[in-house]
């Protein structure tokens, strides 16, 4: 297959929803009016000053921004040890997105306001969480509890069970859990459920997604309010440094934080991108690597990577980290694969756990996994590289919620690295 190179990383997607050959509008017929009603109403929306400023003035004092760009001096100077056994010259200077220091403790919340207030001015009463990790249902229960929205979130059964901590704080928050015990009890039988609400109650509910996936125009909408950390990025970098940054990292679920972070660097040659994802036991074994280890098909309304096998049936993704075993990404990520623009490397649960252990002792920052599977990343790639090379991780979440299943992994292990 040739691709041809367009003349801006930027432009997509296309009238149709399209990335290249990824993206688009599969949905069913019910839901079509639906969709082409969301896209009229988000770009008659998204330029309107009115809206803007809402959505600045809340992502400001609601959520904390901007978020610190951190310069990791502990972790830089252990990488350039580590280097400089390994008879490298290298060591890359490490900078963090404090994507963690948001207000719910993640890049979740962004797009999250950013659709609620679409939501309200389309006179939406009732928001639908789009299942799956409890991160985004926490977001979506705290931006409706703030605006006085209904609020119901479909959830397997059997993530419920796994994910009792944020099913607590989705309830505190006053939204609906609804457990969802068809199929395998988990995502993809959730998010069936929802879609079929959301058909159902369509005159006063919105669909909320919580990553740059699903049909047009959900992935660019998603894309468009998680840009803020790039630009943030962008304008901190030429604070601090004087310049733009060498490197972008950051961690891909279905591929949100990863989309904010790169969009504003696409046209700038110079800086090189790489999207890591889940390798969980390994490529060749169980993993959520939909990029690496999959290939393109339709799932969620869309067109991109999926994992399935040989029969084209999807395969549940395995991660450590609930936030990274979607089995599909979003379709951006798909092109940028195939255009070449952005590197996409994986990590596997134990790498990553290896990462959030040193970033809690070097730094004094625990991560969460999701991002800790892009810094085991930038801890090689950052020896292969000079010095005076700017790195930035996009350390999208913090580790809080993930602490039992550390613990739990670690009796028995040792760190990596360190004595
Ligand atoms: C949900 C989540 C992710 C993965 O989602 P993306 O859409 O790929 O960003 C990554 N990090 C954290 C902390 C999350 O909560």
């Known amino acids: 297959m040739t691709i041809s190179v367009p003349n801006s990383f930027r432009l997509g997607p296309d009238e149709r929803g399209r990335f290249g050959a990824f993206g688009g509008r599969f949905v069913a017929e019910t839901l079509m009016p639906l969709i082409l009603d969301l896209e009229r109403r988000y770009e008659a929306t998204k330029s309107d000053p009115a809206f803007q400023a809402e959505f600045k003035g809340l992502l400001k004092h609601f959520v904390g921004r901007p978020s610190p760009l951190y310069r990791a001096e502990r972790l830089t100077q252990h990488i350039r040890e580590k280097a400089e056994a390994a008879g490298k010259p290298g060591g890359a200077t490490i900078y963090f997105k404090r994507e963690e220091l948001n207000h719910t403790g993640a890049h979740k919340i962004n797009n999250v306001l950013g659709q609620i207030l679409l939501a309200r001015r389309m006179g939406k009463t009732r928001i639908l969480a789009e299942p799956g990790a409890g991160q985004h249902g926490v977001a979506t229960a705290t931006a409706c509890a703030r605006f006085g929205l209904e609020c ?38 959730a998010m069936n459920e929802a879609m079929r609400d959301w058909v159902a109650n369509v005159e006063h509910t919105f669909y909320c997604i ?58 700038d040659p110079d800086v090189e991108i790489f999207g890591v994802e889940a390798a969980g036991h390994g490529l060749d074994k169980k993993h959520a690597a939909s990029l690496t280890g999959g290939r393109p098909g339709v799932l969620h309304g869309n ?78 790639v950052a020896q292969e590289r000079p010095r005076d090379h700017l790195m930035v991780l996009n350390m999208s979440g913090r580790g809080d919620k993930d602490l039992a299943q550390v613990a739990a992994h670690l009796s028995g292990r040792s760190i990596d690295g360190m004595s």
């Open 152 to 189: 119901v979130v479909f959830m397997g059964a059997v993530d419920v069970e796994r994910q009792k901590p944020n099913v607590y704080r989705m309830n505190m928050l006053g939204a609906t859990v609804v457990p969802v015990r068809s199929g395998a009890a988990t995502l993809k039988d």
């Open 210 to 267: 919580g990553t740059a996936a699903g049909p047009h125009p959900y992935p660019a909408m998603v894309r468009d309010f998680q840009c803020v950390i790039g630009k943030e990025t962008k304008a901190q970098m030429m604070e601090m440094e004087g310049r733009r940054p060498d490197s972008l990292f950051a961690c891909i679920g279905g591929g949100s934080n990863a989309i904010g972070l790169f969009h504003p660097f696409l046209d």
């Open 303 to 380: 067109r991109t990577y999926l994992l399935m096998d040989e029969h084209g049936q999807i395969e549940e993704g395995h991660s450590i980290s609930a936030g990274l075993d979607y089995p599909g990404i979003g379709p951006e990520h798909a092109w940028l694969k195939d255009s070449g623009r952005v590197t996409y490397l994986a990590a596997t649960d134990d790498e990553a756990l290896d990462a959030f252990q040193l970033c809690a002792r070097l730094e004094g920052i625990i991560p969460a996994l999701e991002p800790a599977h892009a810094l085991a990343r930038v801890c090689d």
